[in-house]
Protein backbone atom coordinates (compact mmCIF):
# COMPACT_ATOMS: atom_id res chain seq x y z
CA UNK A 1 0.00 0.00 0.00
CA UNK A 2 1.09 3.42 -1.00
CA UNK A 3 2.42 5.11 2.47
CA UNK A 4 1.08 8.85 1.01
CA UNK A 5 -2.23 7.47 -0.52
CA UNK A 6 -2.55 5.87 2.71
CA UNK A 7 -1.89 9.28 5.07
CA UNK A 8 -4.00 11.06 2.39
CA UNK A 9 -7.28 8.85 2.89
CA UNK A 10 -6.70 9.27 6.92
CA UNK A 11 -6.21 12.97 6.56
CA UNK A 12 -9.62 13.67 4.44
CA UNK A 13 -11.18 11.19 7.31
CA UNK A 14 -10.05 13.03 10.19
CA UNK A 15 -10.78 16.23 8.31
CA UNK A 16 -14.22 15.27 7.29
CA UNK A 17 -15.09 13.47 10.30
CA UNK A 18 -16.20 10.57 8.34
CA UNK A 19 -15.24 6.89 8.35
CA UNK A 20 -12.44 4.62 5.64
CA UNK A 21 -12.49 1.26 5.40
CA UNK A 22 -9.02 -0.58 6.24
CA UNK A 23 -7.76 -4.16 5.31
CA UNK A 24 -5.05 -5.83 7.80
CA UNK A 25 -2.63 -8.35 6.38
CA UNK A 26 -3.35 -10.80 9.32
CA UNK A 27 -7.33 -10.95 8.62
CA UNK A 28 -9.85 -11.21 5.80
CA UNK A 29 -12.17 -9.15 7.44
CA UNK A 30 -12.24 -5.12 6.98
CA UNK A 31 -13.25 -2.55 9.67
CA UNK A 32 -14.43 0.83 9.77
CA UNK A 33 -13.26 3.81 11.45
CA UNK A 34 -13.26 7.21 12.10
CA UNK A 35 -9.49 8.45 12.93
CA UNK A 36 -8.82 10.65 15.32
CA UNK A 37 -5.17 11.15 14.44
CA UNK A 38 -2.00 10.07 13.23
CA UNK A 39 1.83 9.84 12.56
CA UNK A 40 4.13 8.11 10.60
CA UNK A 41 3.63 4.22 12.96
CA UNK A 42 0.12 4.59 14.04
CA UNK A 43 -3.12 6.18 13.65
CA UNK A 44 -6.23 6.13 16.60
CA UNK A 45 -9.41 5.17 15.70
CA UNK A 46 -13.26 4.82 16.71
CA UNK A 47 -14.58 1.42 15.51
CA UNK A 48 -17.89 1.83 13.83
CA UNK A 49 -19.60 -1.50 13.76
CA UNK A 50 -23.58 -1.51 12.60
CA UNK A 51 -24.20 2.43 13.55
CA UNK A 52 -22.52 2.09 17.05
CA UNK A 53 -19.22 3.37 18.34
CA UNK A 54 -17.20 0.48 19.75
CA UNK A 55 -14.35 1.99 21.34
CA UNK A 56 -11.21 3.42 20.50
CA UNK A 57 -8.12 1.40 18.37
CA UNK A 58 -4.08 2.25 18.14
CA UNK A 59 -3.15 0.53 15.17
CA UNK A 60 -0.17 0.12 13.60
CA UNK A 61 0.08 1.37 10.23
CA UNK A 62 2.81 -1.59 8.59
CA UNK A 63 -0.07 -3.83 9.03
CA UNK A 64 -2.21 -2.03 6.31
CA UNK A 65 -2.79 -4.17 3.20
CA UNK A 66 -5.66 -1.51 1.65
CA UNK A 67 -7.70 1.54 3.12
CA UNK A 68 -10.28 3.48 1.24
CA UNK A 69 -12.40 6.23 1.52
CA UNK A 70 -15.85 5.23 2.56
CA UNK A 71 -18.36 7.17 0.42
CA UNK A 72 -21.39 5.41 0.81
CA UNK A 73 -24.83 6.37 2.14
CA UNK A 74 -24.00 4.47 5.37
CA UNK A 75 -20.97 6.89 6.19
CA UNK A 76 -24.26 9.97 5.30
CA UNK A 77 -26.31 8.17 8.30
CA UNK A 78 -23.98 8.55 10.45
CA UNK A 79 -22.91 11.84 10.11
CA UNK A 80 -27.01 12.67 10.18
CA UNK A 81 -27.35 10.79 12.99
CA UNK A 82 -24.11 11.95 15.07
CA UNK A 83 -23.43 8.74 15.82
CA UNK A 84 -19.75 9.92 16.48
CA UNK A 85 -19.51 12.73 18.94
CA UNK A 86 -15.60 14.07 19.07
CA UNK A 87 -16.29 15.25 22.56
CA UNK A 88 -15.77 11.75 23.62
CA UNK A 89 -12.38 11.39 22.11
CA UNK A 90 -9.49 10.74 24.28
CA UNK A 91 -6.55 12.44 24.65
CA UNK A 92 -3.98 9.80 23.52
CA UNK A 93 -0.10 10.54 23.02
CA UNK A 94 0.57 8.31 19.78
CA UNK A 95 3.80 9.07 19.39
CA UNK A 96 5.02 6.02 20.72
CA UNK A 97 4.71 2.49 22.06
CA UNK A 98 6.08 4.07 25.48
CA UNK A 99 4.25 7.27 24.90
CA UNK A 100 0.79 5.29 24.05
CA UNK A 101 0.87 3.33 27.33
CA UNK A 102 1.98 6.51 29.33
CA UNK A 103 -1.57 7.87 28.51
CA UNK A 104 -3.46 5.05 29.02
CA UNK A 105 -1.64 4.21 32.14
CA UNK A 106 -2.92 7.69 33.34
CA UNK A 107 -6.86 6.85 32.85
CA UNK A 108 -6.68 3.75 35.01
CA UNK A 109 -8.85 1.48 32.94
CA UNK A 110 -8.62 -2.11 31.24
CA UNK A 111 -7.66 -2.06 27.80
CA UNK A 112 -6.77 -5.37 25.43
CA UNK A 113 -3.31 -5.76 23.81
CA UNK A 114 -3.50 -7.80 20.72
CA UNK A 115 -0.70 -9.16 18.55
CA UNK A 116 -3.60 -9.74 15.58
CA UNK A 117 -0.44 -12.73 13.60
CA UNK A 118 -0.72 -15.35 16.06
CA UNK A 119 -4.33 -14.69 16.64
CA UNK A 120 -3.75 -13.59 21.14
CA UNK A 121 -4.71 -10.94 23.14
CA UNK A 122 -4.19 -9.46 26.46
CA UNK A 123 -6.45 -7.97 28.96
CA UNK A 124 -6.03 -6.29 32.06
CA UNK A 125 -4.55 -2.69 33.76
CA UNK A 126 -1.17 -1.32 32.79
CA UNK A 127 1.10 -1.75 36.19
CA UNK A 128 4.07 -0.12 34.46
CA UNK A 129 6.32 0.37 30.83
CA UNK A 130 9.59 0.52 29.88
CA UNK A 131 11.09 1.42 26.49
CA UNK A 132 10.84 -1.45 25.10
CA UNK A 133 7.57 -3.62 27.15
CA UNK A 134 4.53 -3.30 28.78
CA UNK A 135 3.70 -4.90 32.46
CA UNK A 136 -0.28 -5.86 32.23
CA UNK A 137 -1.70 -7.20 34.97
CA UNK A 138 -4.54 -9.42 33.03
CA UNK A 139 -7.55 -10.89 34.36
CA UNK A 140 -9.03 -14.44 32.88
CA UNK A 141 -12.31 -15.27 31.26
CA UNK A 142 -13.81 -15.66 34.80
CA UNK A 143 -13.15 -12.59 36.02
CA UNK A 144 -9.65 -13.71 37.77
CA UNK A 145 -6.52 -11.73 37.69
CA UNK A 146 -3.52 -12.93 37.93
CA UNK A 147 -0.72 -12.97 40.94
CA UNK A 148 1.95 -11.02 38.86
CA UNK A 149 1.93 -9.12 35.51
CA UNK A 150 2.66 -10.23 31.93
CA UNK A 151 5.78 -8.62 30.41
CA UNK A 152 4.47 -7.76 26.56
CA UNK A 153 7.12 -6.80 24.21
CA UNK A 154 5.81 -3.78 21.93
CA UNK A 155 7.46 -5.72 19.01
CA UNK A 156 5.00 -8.48 19.52
CA UNK A 157 2.03 -5.98 19.73
CA UNK A 158 -0.61 -5.29 16.53
CA UNK A 159 -3.09 -3.12 18.23
CA UNK A 160 -4.37 -1.81 21.92
CA UNK A 161 -8.01 -1.11 22.19
CA UNK A 162 -9.99 0.55 25.16
CA UNK A 163 -12.99 1.80 26.25
CA UNK A 164 -15.07 -0.85 24.16
CA UNK A 165 -18.13 -3.10 25.11
CA UNK A 166 -16.15 -6.02 25.80
CA UNK A 167 -13.94 -4.29 27.97
CA UNK A 168 -16.61 -2.07 29.75
CA UNK A 169 -18.98 -4.82 30.68
CA UNK A 170 -15.99 -7.70 31.37
CA UNK A 171 -14.73 -4.89 33.97
CA UNK A 172 -17.62 -4.11 35.51
CA UNK A 173 -17.34 -8.01 37.23
CA UNK A 174 -14.36 -8.43 37.38
Known sequence: MNKNNMETIITDSINSKSTFRVYFNYEENYYYYFPLQQNKEFFLGAEEIDFQINGFSIRRKQDIKSISDRDDLVNQILKNEHIFNEQLSPEIDISSWEKIFGSLKQRDKNIIIENEYSDFFWIGKIVSFTSESVNLLEFD??????????????????SVSF????????????
Request: no cysteine.
Open 141 to 158: ADGIWEESPTSILYADIT
Open 163 to 174: ETRYIKYFSKYV
